[in-house]
């Protein structure tokens, strides 16, 4: 039996180890973010194996046995404190899902990522499913045996949703979208019968650079802190971070939409004040990371529909957005523009679907995806389910791949089971935003007022500073009294566009 | 013995452990280089530790006791091609030389320069040497242990210069500042005579935006490319690469000096031209490194006087400038400005200071470094020293230390015997240069109708092709038939500033 003391330098040295990783994987990160934003065209090969041999180290560091000898010393001794205690379980839990890959599959996983991701691009850029199949089927193949490999309980699918949001599974899934299907779209069949808003003066042409000057006026006044971190373009809006004090967010410069980039900005930035408010004193720990990509959507959502698209931030921020775009909204009201950037419209394209129509696009995946898995679906028949699907469900037809099966680069990365975390972060940014609303009935005005003070204090204290201590639904629970509850945002959906479309929803 | 199957093989596990050591480095650089660009002020606490990880590991891979073994069994077999032998031999003295210094020696001297650094920062900004004097004065103790460890012939100074210049001794340099001393004095003696040249329509202020992208215009026409760099602002200029396809550099904004941003962006030019010609194949080998900082510097310099400062260079430049600041150059002749740019004045900065009056700068620090490593002058006379040598060899006065002995960040760093290579580097420039012209009289021409092919085609067949092959002045008997020769540079000093001031230099 070890004592106090060496345990305590035996927590020193597991700290220390995964601290280290934590350095390798973030200035992976950060050769991630500069090949995003800065790197010259011609320069990918050797930055590819850069940043290959940063994630081979940073993963060898914690996973290798004597690191396995550690945390399981750690977990089996009396000494640690609650904290330390949860350091260690996540670790070893971590270790042991790590373990049960072994190094030549993840070779064969990241080489057939990057070989099906570049068939991907070319698929996409050709509109031609075909030549991205062969190379999706063997990833699927892989992300099979992966199931086998993680193993599970109910449904194979449920190993893989595991890596993004611990403990959710189909069944909870199919509960959840099974309440999607038949509630939402009971409430968008309503509104689509309405005449529809105007919103023909979001596509005027907006100078770039004032839109991107308002954005960043608008994330300092949420709370980002732009002496640890920053905004610059990139084609796809991301969030990274290579610690706490160090969070850069991107966006994408697009003249003829004004909901583009502000919007996609406080998306990003409420990925980005999440990150922030990570305890930096736990660096590299799993109570230094953030809780579930569920979690993680919720505060993104949180900011960009709950806050960034309410009537009371349009109060605040119309006027400034009118300071810089005087002309082209001469003639528009805060009533008008609420209205149009909250337009319900089913269309093809997941990333610029509006709060409702959004989760449909998540059912199809899911939906897809479980069935791929399973096997009840062959991968050559993608596009005509596809095209079924958003027949189905959003009633749109799917005029060819590259806008339908081939938009989203997920598959390609073997990212299968990402999908329903889009959905669980957005039912969860309403179950945390009617708690802070509870917490303080005058938090509508202060918005109006463009404070957001003591929103950002409630989501520090009530989720970013736990990390990863506690898994999705427990600390929504914790935070709110309530697991995933799909009925709050529910309502607040028909309550919200209710009021746009002029429903009679009760 | 090894047959050559085991051999090739050995050589395999050499070549993939250094480069993955240079994926590190190259890594460690680009994070240096996003401090220095990009990173946001509050950020600094956890990128140092992820910084210190990579180059920590880095060293690791190419110090421990097996890769040494490999490398000594390469070295004694027959089965080498020539540039397999010069790889592993350059390698072999590399590793000989990090196993003199222990892991606790470069620890205590990675802590040291970093307490120096810090302490240099707060003595400058105070203009108070004494609260540099005592870190430095520990840092200079280490050096002087440092030169114990490596071992030297004659003076112990020697075994520091070979870390920036590979085979440069005291010896040598006391031969070529002896030169300096006697023959560059007696120009510049002969030019202060002479009635100054006028300069004061490049103090005018022209727009920082108009400057930068002049001076994209010139590095793309002198041949870097932009697909595999690219060209940012920073405090300090300077350039790194991450590959040969990836080579950044950075100017600084002056608004009132013509002089700032153009030819310190022509300068980090020539070293990024230097970087992007090294042969990707040899990528992390010594074959694919640069010669020394001697040479890096002959490039810098040859593009930056050579070339940037000559009569042919203006008669392509100064039109474009002209285009760009019509207005600030309306009454301005290519002449005049020829004249401006070359305008010898003895002054306190080394990094402002003409092409003449620079090597004064040098020789002053590399007889301070020389005394300081013997024991010859002690640190806390360091200000009165170096007023009386600024006295001496440039006839001015030093007012204060922070535009006087605390101006260079070198000696915080430990970064003694770095000086001479800049003196050394403008040498052998002017030798490559004359070698380039030789072989095609119709340089000039060509550079004055704006075409820099052949100059560079010949830097890159005589020079950049060669990586570390050589030392420095092999590579200079190699491509220029002498080894460093200072009586070429004072030739064309005497033509060129004789022509500019009207003396009889004959």
């Known amino acids: ?13 597991y700290v220390e180890t995964t601290q280290k990783a934590a350095d390798f994987s973030n200035a992976g990160a950060l050769l991630d973010w500069d090949q995003e934003v800065n790197m010259p065209s011609g320069s990918a090969t050797f930055r590819a194996r850069q940043s290959a041999s940063l994630a081979e180290y940073a993963h060898l560091l914690i996973t290798n046995d004597s690191y396995g000898k550690v945390l399981q010393q750690l977990a089996d001794s009396a000494f640690l404190n609650e904290s330390q205690r949860a350091n260690v379980m996540l670790s070893l839990e971590d270790f042991q899902k790590h373990k049960r890959l072994s190094t030549s599959f993840i070779n064969t996983l990241t080489n057939q990522s ?29 992300k099979r045996q992966q199931c086998d490999l993680y193993g599970f309980q109910t449904h194979p699918y449920d190993a893989l949703l595991d890596d993004y949001d611990k403990g959710i599974t189909t069944i909870r899934l199919d509960e959840i979208f099974g309440e999607v299907k038949i509630q939402l779209s009971e409430l968008l069949e309503k509104i689509l ?14 100078d770039i650079t004032s839109q991107f000057s308002l954005s960043i006026e608008i994330l300092k006044s949420i709370g980002f802190n732009f002496e640890q971190g920053r905004q610059d373009y990139s084609e796809h809006p991301f969030t990274t971070s290579f610690s706490p004090q160090d969070v850069r967010i991107t966006t994408r410069a697009e003249q003829a939409n004004f909901k583009g980039l502000i919007w ?6 409420g990925h980005a004040l999440y990150e922030q408010g990570l305890p930096p004193d736990a660096y590299g720990l799993p109570l230094g990371m953030p809780a579930s990509l569920s979690i993680h959507e919720s505060q993104s959502r949180l900011w960009e529909n709950c806050v960034g698209r309410s009537a009371a931030f349009l109060h605040y921020f119309f006027p400034l957005a009118k300071q810089k775009f005087s002309t082209e909204f001469e003639h528009v009201e805060t009533s008008m523009i609420y209205k149009a950037i909250n337009k319900v419209q089913p269309s093809l394209i997941r990333t610029e679907a509006d709060e409702l129509t959004y989760h449909f696009h998540v059912l199809i995946r899911y939906e897809i995806e479980k069935a791929l898995i ?13 095209k079924e699907m958003y027949s189905k469900y959003l009633k749109v037809d799917v005029p060819n791949d590259t806008v339908g099966v081939l938009q989203d680069v997920h598959w390609s990365h073997g990212s299968f089971g990402y999908f329903p975390t889009y959905s ?19 938090l509508e005005h202060e918005i109006q007022n463009g404070n957001f003070q003591f929103l950002l204090q409630w989501l520090r204290q009530h989720v970013h500073c736990y990390g990863r201590q506690y898994n999705s639904e427990v600390l929504s629970k914790l935070s709110t009294g309530s697991v995933l509850d799909f009925s709050v945002f529910l309502q607040y959906a028909r309550e919200k566009y209710g009021a746009i479309y002029g429903l009679d929803v009760n």
């Open 424 to 442: 669980l972060g957005s039912f969860y940014a309403v179950q945390f935003f009617e708690a802070a609303k509870s917490a303080n009935p005058n």
């Open 1 to 13: 039996m070890k004592n106090k003391t060496d345990i305590q330098a035996l927590y020193f040295q």
């Open 114 to 142: 990057s070989v099906s991701f570049q068939a991907w691009v070319v698929a996409k850029k050709n509109n031609q499913f075909s030549l991205f199949y062969p190379q999706l089927e063997k990833m699927i193949a892989l």
């Open 264 to 269: 996609s900005s406080i998306h990003e930035g």
């Open 193 to 206: 019968q309405k005449p529809q808003v105007e919103d023909v003066f979001l596509h005027q042409t907006f």
């Open 374 to 386: 399973a096997g009840e679906i062959q991968c050559k028949d993608l596009p005509t389910v596809w």
